[in-house]
Structure formats: C-alpha cells, structure tokens
C-alpha cells in the first residue's frame, strides 16, 4: 500500500522582552534555579497578571509580517492541567479568539536537486505564557523543578495540516525560524528553548481524503532531529497499522541516541482541558491605529526586500528569496553589492547573489558556521568577484582564491590580490603567449584535431581542457576558446 505522510506544526517561539508576560520578573537565560518566579508567576493568593504590551507588539509584528489578520479584540483562556512545572495548575493561552488568525509562511524546499518553492499556510499564532522546567539529570530518584521560565512569554505558531514530507517540515521550521529571527522577536536560540517544534504527525493511504491519527513529537530542538523523528515516527506508524494495529492519538518524545519516539502520555483533545476564560485579565483590544504604529517601525521585510532586489537589481524570484533566506544573509548580499566597483549593477548582482548561492553556502555549510561568522567579508566577496570581471583570474580560479581567502583570513578589502600574486595565479591574457601554446596542443594533439575537422564537437572540448591544461589553468578560457576555433577552422 501507498501511504502519505501528513504533518502539522506547533511552534513555540520565546519573545525577546526583558520581563515576562503577565509579570515583572526577567527572563534572562541562566540564573540560577527558582531566582526569576515572583509572586505572579506563582500565582500565589490575592496577585493579578498584567498583561506585557511589548509581547503583544511583538504578535503584532509576526502577524503583520505573515500577512494575518490581527484580532481587533482577544481573548485569555485558562488551560487546565497539571504537571509539576505547572505552578498553578493551569497555563493562561488563547483558545477561541486568538491575536493572530490565518496568514502563511514561504520556504524553499530542495528536491531531487532542484528548488521548490511553497507556501505554508499558519491557523493562526497566539500568546501564551511558558511553564516551569523539570531537571532529571541532577537527580538521584528524584525531579528538580526550576520555575524560571514559568510565564515567560510565548508566541505559538500553528498551521494547517499541509506538510507531505520531514524535509518540507524542516524547510518551514527554517523558514519560521529565519522569519522571527529577522523580526527580532525571537532570538531564535533552539538549544536553550527559544524556538521549540512540535510536529503532529499522522499517515494516511494515497487517495483517502479522512486523516489518519496522530501523534505529536515535543521539543524538538535541532532541525536534525526534527527531521529523524518525523521520519522515524512515519515509518513506526505505517508498521503498525500494515502488522494490523491500530495508532493512539498521543504525546511522543524523540530519543536521538537510540533513534526512536517513545510514548510520553496520552494526547488530550481541547475539552480536556477545560477551557474557559480567564478572570483576571480583561480582553485584548488592539486598534488600528497601534497596528500601524507597530508597522511603521517594523524593519524591511523579506518580501519587500525581495521586491526591491527584482525590481532593482534585476535578480530572478527564485535567486531573489534564497539571498532573503535570512537577514543577516540579505545584509551580506547587499553590502557585497555597494562594495561592487563596476558600471553593470545587474550582472554584478547576479555574479555575487550567485557565489553566495554555490561557494559561500556550501563552505558555511561544510564547516557547520552561520553567515553572521563568515571569514571572509562581503566587500572581498566584491573585490574577487572583480577580478573574475576584469580578466584577472578565471572564475576557476576565484574559486581557489576563495578558499585560500577562507582559511587565511585578512581584514584587507584586496586579500585576493596578495593571494593572487603570491600563488602567480594571474590570468594568461596576452594572445601571443596563449597562440604559442595553443600551436603546441593543435600539433601534439592531430586526432583530436582531425575529429573536430570532421564533425566531432567533443573533441574540441577535449582540445580546451588540454591548452587549459597547458596554462596551468591561468589561460583565460574565452580566449583560449575563440583563439582554437580560429586556428582550427583557419587550418
């Protein structure tokens, strides 16, 4: 049987506020247990919440950006349950009437070696507060509880159903993670809880509109593990029900050192949890007068950026949204691009937008480093790519000045000359010089020569390569092309 995969996602993103949502208390990372939980955050007799406007500016932001309707009014819920981390026994969320309805997500998914772009559409985000955390390792037997992070402010993130795949999965969660990063709403940090996926997963057989059951993987803190754990769990799902049993709706954990999701609790349906409307916080009403107020000092967005970089920088849609895959990527471009000495600002775009695309993604990626601690500098980017331009060096080349320029890092806008200079790897340009060799490759090569005289076009790029060769890959190859077409039809 054909089965498809179906996955939604929970996400919870911590907004960058100094105090917590309902509360004066800090929610700075790493002080010491139980030093950050006041009275309020405790709930504790005769205390009430006060609602934290710069979190609600910040849900604001997310909504605006994702292009979602923002709840003229809102409304806080109190979700019953309880857990140890819990102090009060409930957590104060949205349920019916969240601050941010619909809108949706762009990513860019890689499949079978070419780029798909997709929309992701969200439900909607709403604001919760954090609860506490339950430390087993230091424990013999026993939990410890640390109530810092309880009711720290929370945005959760959740979408339709849309998903087919752990890779499209993973392509949203980065494209999210990007988005709130870039907003500066959510320092994003997965390994300290800033950004934490929950995938809802479930299969079902191709063609069959019903949704299988689900179950949903918390805490997941690494796109890797986001990754293997929907895998894993889709492949556990389909042998089960193919050996005749039946899925349970229920909460899993991913255990990445034995590769498998394990049964956490059973999963509650909304009526479990007993909803009903908070009494000590009155409803949320935000007018359209502070939207645009929270608009106007939004930063550029990645779309109108990508706009602009069309618009004026000639570049494609699809070249477009990979540079805007992060701010601090979009900045590099841009900066590579004012520090571009020529007069064709569209072809240099394209040559810089390109490089970072190829050369620049895959070292980062190889070295496991983000763009923001690149060793080498947007505008020696721009010089090297100059160089390729001006007929200096061959873009082979640049490719090796690249990396000598990676490991040897300068702070010298023209690294790449020394580098050049030092290596002798300057292009070969004179026609005298490349004509002597290319008679020498023409006389040492005949059969190559009398395949091409008869029609045989692979043979002249076997002629290239070989005066290529004969350079030491300094020839500049559009001369060394037009100079052998020339000589062998002359001949």
């Not at 979602?68 to 949205?94: C, H, L, M, V, W």
């Not at 929309?119 to 013999?140: M, P, W």
């Not at 890779?167 to 980065?174: D, F």
Request: include cysteine; charged fraction near 25%.
């Amino acid at each position: 049987m054909q089965w498809e995969v179906v996955i939604g996602f929970e996400t919870h993103a911590q907004l960058k506020t100094q105090s917590k949502i309902f509360s004066g208390s800090s929610t700075e990372f790493g002080a010491a247990p139980n030093t950050q939980a006041s009275p309020v955050d405790l709930a504790l007799p005769g205390v009430l919440p006060v609602m934290n406007k710069t979190a609600v500016e910040k849900a604001i932001q997310f909504g605006l950006a994702v292009g979602a309707t923002i709840a003229p009014e809102s409304i806080f819920a109190r979700k019953n349950y309880f857990y140890p981390d819990s102090p009060k026994g409930y957590q104060i969320s949205q349920f019916e009437i969240p601050v941010v309805q619909g809108g949706s997500v762009t990513c860019v998914l890689e499949k079978d070696g070419k780029s798909e772009v997709k929309v992701i559409e969200l439900t909607r985000a709403h604001l919760e507060e954090d609860a506490g955390k339950s430390l087993h390792e230091d424990y013999q037997g026993m939990s410890g509880i640390d109530l810092n992070r309880a009711g720290t402010p929370l945005l959760e993130i959740v979408t339709e159903p849309v998903m087919r795949s752990a890779a499209e999965a993973v392509a949203y969660a980065k494209a999210l993670h990007s988005l709130v990063v870039w907003l500066d709403i959510c320092d994003g940090n997965m390994q300290e809880g800033s950004f934490r996926c929950d995938a809802n997963v479930s299969v079902r057989p191709v063609g069959q509109k019903e949704f299988g059951t689900r179950c949903e993987i918390k805490n997941l803190n690494s796109f890797r593990f986001l990754e293997e754990a929907i895998n894993i769990e889709v492949r556990r799902q389909i042998e089960l029900i193919e050996d005749g049993g039946t899925v349970v709706q229920e909460t899993r954990l991913y255990d990445p050192d034995r590769k498998e999701t394990r049964s956490m609790r059973s999963k509650e349906d909304s009526q479990d949890y007993r909803y009903f409307p908070d009494p000590d916080l009155p409803p949320l009403k935000i007018s359209q007068q502070w939207i645009e107020e929270v608009r106007a000092a939004m930063p550029e967005l990645p779309t109108a950026m990508r706009q602009r970089f069309i618009s004026q920088l000639g570049l494609s849609d699809y070249d477009a949204m990979i540079v805007t895959q992060s701010k601090a990527m979009a900045n590099y471009f841009e900066q590579a691009v004012g520090a571009s000495a020529g007069n064709d600002v569209h072809g240099e775009a394209k040559q810089i937008a390109n490089w970072i695309m190829g050369d620049v993604a895959s070292t980062l990626n190889r070295e496991g480093i983000a763009i923001e601690a690149i060793p080498v500098s947007a505008a020696q980017l721009a010089f090297l790519i100059g160089r390729i331009s001006d007929g200096t060096i061959s873009n082979k080349i640049a490719k090796e000045v690249f990396a000598a320029m990676w490991q040897n890092p300068s702070a010298e806008k023209d690294a790449a000359d020394k580098i050049i200079d030092v290596k002798g790897l300057r292009q070969i340009s004179d026609v005298g010089a490349l004509e002597k060799i290319i008679d020498e490759v023409l006389a040492a090569n005949q059969q190559s020569v009398d395949e091409y005289r008869a029609g045989k076009e692979k043979a002249f790029n076997s002629l290239v390569g070989r005066a290529m060769k004969a350079t030491k890959g300094k020839g500049n190859p559009a001369q060394v092309n037009e100079l052998l077409k020339k000589k062998l039809t002359q001949g």
